[in-house]
Structure formats: structure tokens, C-alpha cells
């Protein structure tokens, strides 16, 4: 088949009115436009990771909410042909923890291997999909001859508008916490570590972990909690000097979040509750294994930094009373409500209910329990009871992404042609998709003639219109175009002699245009690429086009 045959047809077009200012003589004109509304596109910004327990092979399925109604029915990870098994056929189960290591507001995917694999800790880039993409950082937090076992959590200790990573040891390890941070900037956290303690003595029955704002300083405080084999011990530390440091700041809370005989081990999270405590983060712990599935609130009331010296502000069973397989814990604003966090537990071994989301619906009480939970979801089906471990996440950026090509551009036609109208490709932002932080357009076009293709965005509601590139042509086998403000290549620069092969590349809008024009901008409605051909003969071909938008 000839090259181009398989492009000859014609996309159904129809026609909008559309003022080009660039034509002089050619004020308003019909324009063909294909507009295409992208369905469950929704705005993914809200994740729930969950990773398997021990018996299984390890793997991490990410669920999302996809109709932004608070509940998690989407797998972002439930695609064709595809598991993500971070360790491959290890079955020592695996951690999770989401964080924002570089400061650009979007989270990324960390894993831990379980008991019986390596400290091996992993740190994946996330679409805003919620699909774990390339590997950030892979590294040992410990010798490579432990094999209890990996807790993670993330936080800014520091307050510098990037995350740190905690990790410690499950059991069989000392109770040595390490904390990681890229105060170098260069990508990979492992690289750095800034500090490390021991906040159990010789104790060897693991750490759990969590970081959260407990007295509401601007700045998070690292929360841990003994493992099996000690006492119900919960410990707040504080980095009140910002010299990224804890261990040299003293303890700022200790206490037993349940009878001292109790050795099951405590897990540990940090929620903003809903009518809780001084605006800080509440501390919510959840019994071990052999315990009942005995969930407590703790809360600052008082303003003076202790959440130990007040009585417990909420206490439930997660689950039914009977079940002794311990509760694991996360918290994170899964309704996007304005500032309050949900609580999200799940269970362990031997628990048929499996992840469930809890919020204090502003009823007439202040409680989480006299609520139904929101979301009930068993992320590995009803029949997996082998436990879960989960984390919360966001990721602020969303790609839309016209999918209705490949179009033809209609040609410019003769001299003594009628003039021809430019082509305009829509894509529908949904509602409520945020605010423009950051705006990226792909395009991949093809175009015969040399100078060929004028090129210029548009969003509609706003009326904000520019020109992304003017006049460029002459490459046959197509061009594929990241446009960003920080490329270095201008678009003006795109070379013309290609036409026996495309061009790649990522470039700044031509001359002193700058897609910041966008920025500040409610993201949803009507966008419009528009596509002018001023040569006549040739074809040129647009097969799609995509808006890369981080919000605030």
C-alpha cells in the first residue's frame, strides 16, 4: 500500500465560526472543526496504593477515583497484559508509601520488599493516571544480609517543599530508623542520608511509621510505633531546629497507645480529623496482630504540642470485633474536601474485609465511627485474605489527549482558490479540573510542503490565543513536538531538510510567546488547536495532540 493511501479518508467534520486574525482579507469564515470530548477523563489526582502481604507474589495495584465522588472503583493499574511486581516473583510481600521527593507537588510510588527479600527499596515516577512509569531510585537501606523486612513513610521534616523518606526495619532488625532527603537536588534520594536514630534501644521486633504535622508548626513530625514483642509504644519526634535533623531535638510526645501488656505491636498514620484536636494532625493507631481491630484517635486539644495528656478522642473496631489479624492504617484527602483528611484502613492477614475509608460526614456528631464508611473495596478480589498494606497519594498534573486522528488539514488551495479555512481540534477539559500551574502541548503532524503549517492554541471560555509555530513544513515522515516554555529550542529553529524522516524534540513556543499565558487559568472547558496550511499542494496529517497541565 502506498504510504499516504491508508490517510486518504476524511474525518466527519462539521463547522464553527472562528475569527484568524493573521489572514488579512479573510475575516470570519466557516471553519472545519473536529472536536472530540474525551469520556472518563475525569481529573486523576486522588490514589490509593495497595501492596500484597507475605504468601503471595508481591505487587502493588493502584486504585483511583476516577468520577471524583470519593470512592476508589477505578485500577488504574488494571490494564492488558499488565501486573506491577516490583520484585518480581518475591513473595515477602511489599510496603508502600507515596511522596514528593523533587517539590513539583506531584507524589511518587514508593515500594519496600517484605520479610524475606533484601532491604530493597524503590521509588517510581507516577503518571497522572496512576500508572507507576520509570524508576527514580532502587537502592539497599540496609545491609544487603537483612531480610526481615521494610517499613516507608514520607514527610517534609525540614519544611523545604520536598519530602523526605523514612525507612526502618520490620522484625529481626534493630530499631534503626534512617531518614533520606535530595538535598542535592539531583533526582535520587538514596544518596543522602541525613539522619538516623534508634528510638527503641536494642528492642528488635521492628518499627512502624508515619509523619504528619502533630502540633501544627508548618513542619511534620516523624511518628513511629514499636513492632510485635514490645509495648504499645508511640513516639513523636520533632525537628525544631530545621537542620534536617530529629534525633537531636529530644522526644516531643511518648506514650502506650493501649495496655502496656499488650505486645502485638501498634501501626501508626496521622490524620487531620474532622473536629479534632487544634488543626494539627491527629495521631491514629491500630492494634497488631492478636490484637482486636481496635482503631484510636489522639489529639492535640490544648495547644501544647501532647496528644498523651488528653483523653482519647475516638476509639472503634475497623472491623468486626472477632478478627485478631491487626488493622493497617493511612489517611490522605480522598474527597478533595478542603482541608480534612479520611481515614483508610485495611486488613491483615486473615481479614475477608479489605480496604474501607472512613469520614465524619458533618452529621450531628464529631465522630468518624457514627458514619458509614465511604468506600469498601478489595483491591486483589473478595476471595485474597492475605493482608494489605496501603498509602494515599496525589498527583496534581492530568494529560488530556485528542484521540480522533489521524484528520487532514485542508489544503490552502491555488492562487485563485476561495481561501481556506483553517482546521480546529477540540478537547474538553471535565469540571472542576483545577487551576493551570504549568501548561505542555504535544503534537504529532505531519506536513508536505516547506513553511507550510501555522499552528496556534487557544482557550476558548478565556479567550487566551497564541501561536505555538508559524511557517514551518517540509518533513514528510512527520514531526513529534513537546512545546515548554523551559525547552531550549525554539520552535522558529524546527529544521526544514527532514523529509525523509521525523523530527523529535521538545521546544519553547516560537519567538517571545510563552504558554505562561495559560497560567492562573480554571483548566476546564474548550481548548482548540488550529491548524493553518498556507501552501498549496501536499497533505499534511495531524494524528493527535495532548495537554500536559499541572495544577495548583
Known sequence: MPKWNWLNRLFPLHFLPIYDHRRRGKSRSTVPALVETLENRQLLTQFIAAGTDVGVQAEVRILSDVDQNGTFETEATDLPGYGFHPFGNFTGGVRVAFGDFDGDDNDELVVAAGPGG??????????????????????????????????????????DGRDELIVSPDQGGGPHVKIFSDTDHDGVVSDNLTDELFPYGQFTG??????????????????????????????????????????????????????????????????????????????????????????????DGDNDDLVSDEPVFEEFFAYDGNFTGGVRLAAGNTDRSESFDELITAGGPGSPQQLRIFDDNVDAGSQLSDNDFDDQRFPFGDNYSAGLFIATGTVVDSTFRFTGGPTRVPDEGGAFDPPTPPLTVSIFVPPSAGVVRDLDVSISISAFRANELDVRLRHVRTGIDMFLFTDVGDTRDGLVLRIDDEAAMDAGDIPADTSDRAFFGEVNPEGTAQLSFFDGIDASGEWQLIIDDDQSGGVSILYDWTLHISHE
Do not use: C, W
Open 206 to 299: 521492628g518499627v512502624r511509621l508515619a509523619v504528619g504535622d502533630v502540633d501544627n508548626d508548618g513542619l511534620d513530625e516523624l511518628i513511629t510505633a514499636a513492632g510485635p514483642g514490645g509495648g504499645p509504644h508511640v513516639m513523636i519526634f520533632d525537628n525544631a531546629d530545621l537542620d534536617r535533623q530529629v534525633s537531636d531535638d529530644g522526644v516531643l510526645d511518648s506514650f502506650f497507645a493501649y495496655d502496656a501488656s499488650f505486645t502485638g505491636g501498634v501501626y501508626v498514620a496521622a490524620a487531620r480529623i474532622q473536629n479534632a484536636g487544634s488543626n494539627g494532625y491527629e495521631v491514629v493507631t491500630a492494634a497488631g496482630e492478636g490484637g482486636g481491630p481496635h482503631v484510636k484517635i489522639f489529639t
Open 118 to 159: 533484601g532491604p530493597h527499596v524503590m521509588i517510581y515516577d507516577l503518571s497522572s493516571e496512576g500508572i507507576p512509569g520509570a524508576v527514580l531510585d532502587s537502592f539497599f537501606a540496609y545491609d544487603a544480609v537483612f531480610s526481615g523486612g521494610l517499613f516507608v513513610a514520607t514527610g517534609d521534616l525540614d519544611r
